[in-house]
């Protein structure tokens, strides 16, 4: 089992900066990749941004550019920097981490909401 507990969030106006954070604890060294998710109200879960175990990354068209995923020195710690904010970025964002077995672990979620 990986516990996942995400930080960092909170209000910002747009143009702005925030940073997440995800750490995970349990059994990190089961961990394939770490990522981030976000949920806005009405709409499906989409995919933000991914690190693997080999620190490649990937991220969705939406947010390339200006924002940036990165694991700590210690690699049980991922962040999400969100630069330039947009009002369509406010949702719930939720860290993942994938494990050996194909199962998914999420956080709780943390609310960013950017206003115009």
């Known amino acids: 089992q990986v516990q996942l507990v995400e930080s960092g969030g909170g209000l910002v106006q747009a143009g702005g900066s925030l940073r997440l954070s995800c750490a995970a604890s349990?059994?990190?060294?089961?961990?394939?990749?770490m990522g981030w998710y976000r949920q806005a109200p009405g709409k499906q879960r989409e995919f933000v941004a991914t690190?693997?175990?080999?620190?490649?990354?990937n991220s969705a068209d939406s947010v390339k550019g200006r924002f940036t995923i990165s694991r700590g020195i210690a690699k049980n710690i991922v962040y999400l920097q969100m630069n330039s904010l947009k009002p369509e970025d406010t949702a719930v964002y939720y860290c993942?981490?994938?494990?050996?077995?194909?199962?998914?672990?999420w956080g709780q979620g943390t609310q960013v909401t950017v206003s115009s």
């Open positions: 993942n981490a994938d494990v050996h077995s194909g199962l998914r672990n």
């Open positions: 349990g059994s990190t060294s089961s961990i394939n990749a």
């Open positions: 690190i693997s175990s080999s620190g490649s990354t």
